[in-house]
């Protein structure tokens, strides 16, 4: 496998593919995820494209978008470490991660995640389900988590730091990973916020965050819930948060496995703030301006509730419930999106109020896609290797991108999307691909 690739000129026809097939390394194990489910009802478009055929992919009108470069021997989850300048790192399908030149594709240094040896079926499971191990970058240095271990990496070259032995059994929190900033690395195991100091992997604190209450009891949407004093200085076994967490400046905020939102010390660990009228959160919480954005998927389609949040206290600034949305949030420029199946919502950030919405078109099957926004503009990524491009004051479409050929595998693939400046890079199982301006130096 070629580890180097050479940019992909939007000019040039004959270099419009490469490496069109790819071979992963695990195979394809179909899951079904509460997520999915909810996506199922917004996704019938995508199953009826699929029962119809190619024979329409490839009569369709040709669209290209502004591609800057795209590798199919690579793919899975994509991290920026504020700004693509800095360098883009990849966790693929094969249990590596990758330091790529964001400009160009090449890669700079492939580094093997270590995992439990051998990788029993549940670690293929995990690892081909979520997209590749979970990953975050900053401050220097590439952390990943696996089943078995968290590592942290150099992130000039690849070369190893420190990791941490994970007990056996214990929730790794693979399904959404650690966050880096600070000087620290935080990742969730054995159900416990843990914080490590990112250049020597000095434990720095630990614990049981405890329980954010009973999702069921709503209280008071302005109160944020006083859930006893203290820090994060409990049993570091005793159930607590899940692995979605998020971090700005010196706050560090996790969701509780059982529901509700909280926000902790980066320096110290203690509770600031925790808010139960939260329920339970499938994705990271996003920070804009002062402000805590989350979204909340109900058991139903429809039942999704939006939170603004006041990050220094966790009172409720505003809310939106009844959304048919099982997608993911993104936050820019004072403006939340939403995506639902084939809908692109809008919402002012300050108030709640939407803005716009835009048709989107749905993936294969059950339509598993992604989106994320960025200086200006929003992009949805769909399973079946499509990419498009919204203006994000208007709503109204940039462009979009479209493969040569039309792949029937992807259909349970994840698609991961990150943007800074005018590049969008977007990973799945298919490889990745690189589109818009060229990163700055």
């Known amino acids: 496998m070629s580890e180097v690739m050479s940019g992909v000129n939007s000019d040039a026809p004959q270099n419009e593919t490469r490496n069109e097939t790819r071979k992963d390394p695990v195979p394809t194990r179909h899951q079904i995820d509460r997520r999915r489910l909810l996506l199922s009802a917004a996704g019938g478009l995508g199953a009826l494209a699929v029962t119809g055929g190619v024979g329409w992919w490839v009569r369709r009108p040709q669209a290209r978008g502004p591609r800057l470069w795209s590798a199919a021997d690579l ?92 007990p056996q059994g214990a929730d790794s929190g693979w399904r959404q990973g650690p966050v880096v900033g600070g000087g620290a690395v935080f990742a969730v195991h054995g159900s416990a916020l843990r914080c ?23 209280g008071d949407p302005g109160d944020p819930g006083s859930l006893g004093a203290g820090g994060a200085a409990g049993d570091p076994d005793a159930s607590g948060v899940s692995g979605v967490l998020a971090l700005d400046g010196d706050t560090v905020y996790a969701a509780g496995q059982r529901g509700g939102l909280l926000a902790f010390d980066a320096r110290g ?40 949040l006041d990050a220094a206290t966790g009172r409720v600034v505003w809310q939106r419930g009844r959304l048919p949305v099982a997608g993911p949030l993104s936050v820019a420029d004072r403006t939340v999106c939403l995506l639902s199946g084939d809908r692109l919502m809008a919402l002012d950030a300050d108030t709640g109020e939407t803005r716009w919405t835009a048709e989107v078109a749905v993936g294969l099957g059950r339509g598993v896609s992604s989106m994320t926004a960025a200086d200006g503009a929003v992009y949805v990524g769909t399973n079946d290797d499509r990419l498009f491009a919204f203006d994000l004051a208007s709503g109204l479409p940039r462009w979009r991108d479209e493969p040569e050929r039309l792949r029937e595998d992807t259909e349970f693939t994840r698609v991961f999307l990150t943007a800074s400046g005018s590049a969008v890079f977007r990973g799945s199982r298919s490889g990745l691909r690189a589109l818009g301006a060229p990163p700055s130096a």
């Open 196 to 218: 490590y100091d990112a250049a020597s992997g000095a434990l720095r604190w630990s614990g049981d965050p405890g329980d954010p209450g009973d999702p069921g009891d709503p």
């Open 269 to 308: 660990g203690e509770r600031r703030w925790a808010q139960r009228t939260v329920g339970v959160l499938d994705t990271p919480p996003v920070v804009e301006r002062g402000v805590v954005h989350v979204l909340e998927n109900g058991p139903t389609p429809g039942s999704a509730r939006v939170f603004a």
């Open 75 to 166: 793919g899975g989850r994509v991290v920026l470490p504020a700004g693509a300048q800095r360098g883009l790192f990849a966790s693929g399908y094969d249990g590596r991660v990758r330091a790529l030149d964001p400009g160009t594709g090449a890669v700079r240094w492939s580094r093997e995640v270590r995992a439990a040896a051998p990788v029993d079926h549940l670690g293929v499971w995990q690892l081909d389900s979520s997209g590749g191990w979970p990953v975050a970058a900053g401050d220097g240095v590439v952390c990943v988590v696996s089943t078995s271990h968290v590592q942290v990496l150099d992130a000039a070259s690849g070369e190893p730091r420190w990791e941490v032995a994970l």
